[in-house]
């Protein structure tokens, strides 16, 4: 996929078609993680909404830290889940005319089930993380829970990389032995940085 | 990382929903209709109020600064986080209700706040009073009020085993009374776990004059609230209220002139202490002025007053923390 450097700055020009390509390019991750983040459907379609609008909101001062708009995006989406309730209200209209369009059917018994058993793997994968102190839970969701690198997750966060570390590292004390799979596997990738 | 990943796709638009949105999407931004939206009238009485620094990417600082429009913006609120644990929202003037809804609905306090005119309050009753446990123990529920200088009221959002280790440090000499003391600041402490799912904080209040500053005073109004809090119906307040009964008994230097306040119980605020609240109308205590003063009414209903301390917390409350001036 090509950079977004490019669609970034027609955005910035109030490029609305840019703006939807942007959507359709990063919507995916931004939801997943919301959805990470919240184990609530609902809550993170409206989330990530809110995210694409403050990032429109926002077009004239945002600026990339890497060729990339994930981490923006994403770090965007952590604010937005710190504030949800008042961000959400910010936008209550917009919201309503986007969370209405397109609804997939959810009358098909099987699809029923995948979205049912989904969201409790979502909630009891997450639960443990959902526990840690809110600095060290941004850290850890967005380590195991989207694509970023250390580095763009520094950019999210507008951290030093060596904060992300720390804190990774407390969480991941924290986790010990509860959430072996997510702890072994944020070694893993922190040994290949 | 993949293997604690369970498989999203189900939950994720499909390509008919994510054009569909993205359409969308695209003609609210385009029609300029994703504006941010006013938050409803009756909650909101003071001006339209900005998070000062959006969602931008820098790293937030320590203090989160909630301020008003306008060229020159005052501060409404600050949230700082406690070394020891927990954040303390100051309140600096009575705005930015919605704000700072916001800030306590971040630590899990569900609140309705309203900002009033001066020398009006809302008409009651308009929820049933309920109660919950202090983290610096004892209980708050009923009503209570505070009145004082505009910039002296804070809201500490701890929990209780905080409090209990201060004060097992205080017992075991590890740490002085003032260190103690500065370790559970906040003239009003709530724990987000004391708070049932039906339960919220309901606050309202009004500007006010204060030492000869027709705009430095505030009078503040709190309450726990069982069940749908309805929304604040502004009625005058004779005399102006609480506030105008403690200025008038600055004028009068008389610290034990008690004006129409029917005192019923006093809190200076000084920990956990308070004393135990009678029955009967809001009540207060007055004195020199550098005092916050704290009154209570009981609920209407059979209950505790508005703070009831357990009985080891008697005579804590001769505090630094009460002379807030």
């Known amino acids: 996929m090509a950079g977004d450097t490019q669609l970034w700055e027609r ?53 990339l830290s890497t060729d990339s708009a994930a981490p923006v995006l994403l770090g965007i989406a952590n604010n937005v889940l710190r504030r949800q309730w008042r961000s959400q209200r910010r936008y209550r209209d917009a919201l309503e005319r986007i969370r209405n369009v397109g609804q997939a059917p959810t009358d098909l018994e099987a699809e029923a089930i995948a979205r049912t058993d989904a969201i409790r793997q979502l909630r009891e994968g997450g639960e443990a993380i959902r526990r ?58 922190e040994d290949t940085l | 990382v993949n293997t604690t990943k369970p498989d999203l796709s189900s939950l994720l638009p499909d390509d008919a929903t994510l054009n569909a949105r993205r359409a969308a999407l695209v003609d609210t931004v385009g029609s300029g209709a994703s504006s941010p939206q006013p938050t409803p009238p009756f909650r909101r009485c003071g001006p339209r109020l900005a998070l000062g620094g959006g969602i931008a990417l820098a790293a937030l600082a320590a203090t989160l600064i909630v301020s008003a ?167 005058s307040v004779a005399g102006g209220g609480v506030l105008g009964a403690m200025n008038r008994a600055v004028e009068d230097e008389s610290a034990q002139h008690t004006a129409e306040a029917t005192a019923s119980g006093v809190l200076s605020l ?27 009414r009981r609920p209407s209903k059979a209950g505790p007053g508005a703070i009831s301390p357990p009985g080891r917390e008697q005579g804590i409350d001769a505090s630094p923390r009460g002379r807030l001036v």
């Not at chain 2, 009923?142 to 959002?157: D, K, Q």
């Not at chain 2, 701890?158 to 906040?186: C, D, H, T, V």
């Not at chain 2, 109308?281 to 005092?291: E, F, M, T």
Request: aromatic share 8%; proline share 7%; net charge neutral.
């Open chain 2, 69 to 235: 429009g306008g060229n020159n913006p005052p501060k409404a609120f600050a949230v700082e986080p406690q070394d020891g644990g927990g954040s303390l929202i100051k309140v600096y003037s009575p705005e930015d209700a919605s704000g700072l809804e916001a800030a306590l609905a971040e630590f899990g306090i569900r609140s309705q706040v309203t900002w009033l005119p001066r020398e009006t309050t809302c008409r009651e009753p308009r929820f049933t009073p309920s109660s919950v446990r202090s983290p610096r123990g004892g209980t708050m529920g009923g009503a209570g009020g505070l009145a004082g200088p505009a910039t002296a009221f804070s809201f500490s959002v701890m929990s209780g085993q905080q409090w209990r280790e201060r004060r097992q440090e205080l017992a075991n000499g590890e740490i002085s009374k003032e260190e103690y003391f500065s370790s559970i600041p906040g003239t009003i402490a709530l724990d987000p776990a004391a708070f049932r799912p039906d339960q919220s904080l309901v606050i309202w209040g009004s500007r006010g004059p204060f030492r000869g500053d027709p705009e430095g005073g505030a009078e503040l109004r709190f309450g726990i609230a069982e069940g749908p809090v309805a929304s604040c119906e502004p009625v």
């Open chain 1, 11 to 63: 955005i910035r020009s109030s490029d609305a078609e840019a703006f939807g390509d942007l959507y359709k390019r990063h919507i995916r991750a931004v939801q997943s993680y919301c959805l990470w983040r919240t184990a609530d459907l609902q809550a993170a379609e409206d989330a990530t909404a809110t995210v694409f609008l403050e990032v429109w909101r926002g077009r004239e001062r945002l600026t």
């Open chain 1, 132 to 189: 840690l102190p809110r600095r060290e839970r941004e850290v850890l969701a967005l380590v195991a829970w989207s694509d970023l690198s250390y580095g763009e997750i520094a950019a999210a966060l507008g951290l030093p990389i060596g904060t992300v570390r720390s804190r990774l590292s407390r969480a991941r004390a924290r986790l010990g032995d509860a959430f072996p799979d997510l702890t072994t596997t944020t070694r893993t990738a």
């Open chain 2, 270 to 296: 000084g920990g956990a202490a308070a004393a135990a609240a009678e029955s009967g109308p809001v009540g207060g205590q007055i004195s020199p002025a550098g005092l916050i003063h704290t009154v209570y």
